[in-house]
């Protein structure tokens, strides 16, 4: 027991260091290279060269803040549902869930710009939320009538095509220029955040966050099982509707922000709990959270400068680092 705290405690202090020193390559690598110390002089409010200045606190330190939350909110999300569907190949990205969302936000769009009107951030969420919810009962509707967890995963993935696909057919004969604008963000990217989208993403992350933290004894005990969990005073319903609509939020909240993320939501969680060995709610949570974020970080990062100045899809790059993950995942699943 002792040493297994003493390898969560070495986990954690490494994947924080390891998120500072990507956070700073974030915000110091890109076309314009900006030193270590004038960083330092910025961000403490000290004088600087003025487009620096813009640079950072405008472009990169928001873009960097971004990825450190959406990637903790999807590895959080992917946990969430494999908890309830008891099985580590799902996440919101193969269910189709961060897909929908996308698709949701797109006719949202859609609809408000054709009536001269301006679409909100608030209502964005609002508008990938009800998508996230209507991916998850159509999954759930699947789960009732298919016992196979492969062919549920095949539905999903087909479900995210579908609506990928109608997504980017809306995309491509849009006239408004602020929807064919929607093309980088429709396959995924954190290019353009700014600190107004921060102050609604953030709140949002931090509550579904709490509210995970809050489950953390019922979602350890529901991971061994209904009849346990019912022993010892789990409300199962109760704790299912949570997972369901946590999940949603946090998946939802991304897509509305960066559009859809893929495979950090299932790989991150499989690859923590191959690193601590274990499973345990107490520990997965915040050490997802982590892994989410430095993994996203590093993919932003190599998105932005790997090909500069031409920045690719964050999305391509997760999917480029994170695939063969579950891929390995689901091989070895097979053969057990």
């Given at each position: 027991m002792e040493a297994k705290k003493k390898k969560n405690t070495v986990f954690f202090i490494l994947t924080l260091i390891m998120i500072l020193i990507l956070l700073w390559a974030d915000i110091a690598l890109g076309s314009s290279d900006i030193g270590l110390f004038e960083i330092l002089e910025i961000l403490s409010g000290k004088s600087g060269d003025k487009v620096h200045y813009d640079i950072i606190m405008n472009i990169r330190l928001p873009r960097a803040i971004c990825a450190f939350f959406t990637g903790g909110a999807l590895a959080l999300s992917g946990y969430l549902l494999q908890t309830f569907f008891h099985n580590p190949i799902v996440g919101p990205y193969v269910l189709g869930i961060s897909s929908a969302s996308k698709l949701s936000v797109a006719l949202c769009m859609i609809f408000f710009l054709s009536k001269g009107l301006s679409t909100g951030l608030d209502m964005m969420v609002i508008s990938?939320?009800?998508?996230?919810?209507?991916?998850?009962?159509?999954?759930?509707?699947?789960?009732?009538?298919?016992?196979?967890?492969?062919?549920?995963?095949?539905?999903?993935?087909?479900?995210?095509?579908?609506?990928?696909?109608?997504?980017?057919?809306?995309?491509?004969?849009?006239?408004?220029?602020?929807?064919?604008?929607?093309?980088?963000?429709?396959?995924?990217?954190?290019?353009?955040?700014?600190?107004?989208?921060?102050?609604?993403?953030?709140?949002?992350?931090?509550?579904?966050?709490?509210?995970?933290?809050?489950?953390?004894?019922?979602?350890?005990?529901?991971?061994?099982?209904?009849?346990?969990?019912?022993?010892?005073?789990v409300n199962i319903l109760l704790l299912r509707i949570m997972l369901i609509l946590i999940s949603?939020?946090?998946?939802?909240?991304?897509?509305?922000?960066?559009?859809?993320?893929?495979?950090?939501?299932?790989?991150?969680?499989?690859?923590?709990?191959?690193?601590?060995?274990?499973?345990?709610?107490?520990?997965?949570?915040?050490?997802?959270?982590?892994?989410?974020?430095?993994?996203?970080?590093?993919?932003?990062?190599?998105?932005?400068?790997?090909?500069?100045?031409?920045?690719?899809?964050?999305?391509?790059?997760?999917a480029v680092f994170l695939v063969p993950v579950v891929i390995y995942l689901m091989v070895k699943r097979k053969r057990e």
């Amino acid at each position: 027991m002792e040493a297994k705290k003493k390898k969560n405690t070495v986990f954690f202090i490494l994947t924080l260091i390891m998120i500072l020193i990507l956070l700073w390559a974030d915000i110091a690598l890109g076309s314009s290279d900006i030193g270590l110390f004038e960083i330092l002089e910025i961000l403490s409010g000290k004088s600087g060269d003025k487009v620096h200045y813009d640079i950072i606190m405008n472009i990169r330190l928001p873009r960097a803040i971004c990825a450190f939350f959406t990637g903790g909110a999807l590895a959080l999300s992917g946990y969430l549902l494999q908890t309830f569907f008891h099985n580590p190949i799902v996440g919101p990205y193969v269910l189709g869930i961060s897909s929908a969302s996308k698709l949701s936000v797109a006719l949202c769009m859609i609809f408000f710009l054709s009536k001269g009107l301006s679409t909100g951030l608030d209502m964005m969420v609002i508008s990938a939320f009800i998508g996230a919810i209507l991916a998850m009962a159509f999954v759930l509707l699947v789960s009732l009538k298919v016992k196979s967890m492969s062919v549920l995963v095949v539905c999903g993935i087909m479900t995210g095509y579908i609506c990928s696909a109608v997504t980017d057919l809306l995309v491509t004969f849009a006239d408004d220029s602020n929807i064919v604008n929607l093309h980088n963000w429709s396959m995924g990217s954190l290019s353009g955040i700014n600190w107004r989208e921060l102050k609604l993403l953030i709140p949002l992350i931090l509550f579904s966050a709490l509210l995970t933290i809050l489950l953390v004894k019922p979602m350890g005990a529901y991971r061994l099982g209904e009849v346990y969990a019912k022993s010892v005073g789990v409300n199962i319903l109760l704790l299912r509707i949570m997972l369901i609509l946590i999940s949603s939020l946090l998946s939802a909240t991304v897509t509305a922000f960066a559009g859809p993320i893929a495979f950090v939501g299932i790989a991150v969680p499989h690859l923590v709990r191959g690193v601590l060995k274990t499973d345990a709610a107490g520990v997965m949570v915040p050490a997802g959270f982590l892994g989410g974020a430095l993994i996203t970080i590093f993919c932003d990062l190599i998105s932005r400068t790997l090909f500069a100045p031409t920045e690719v899809s964050i999305s391509s790059v997760t999917a480029v680092f994170l695939v063969p993950v579950v891929i390995y995942l689901m091989v070895k699943r097979k053969r057990e």
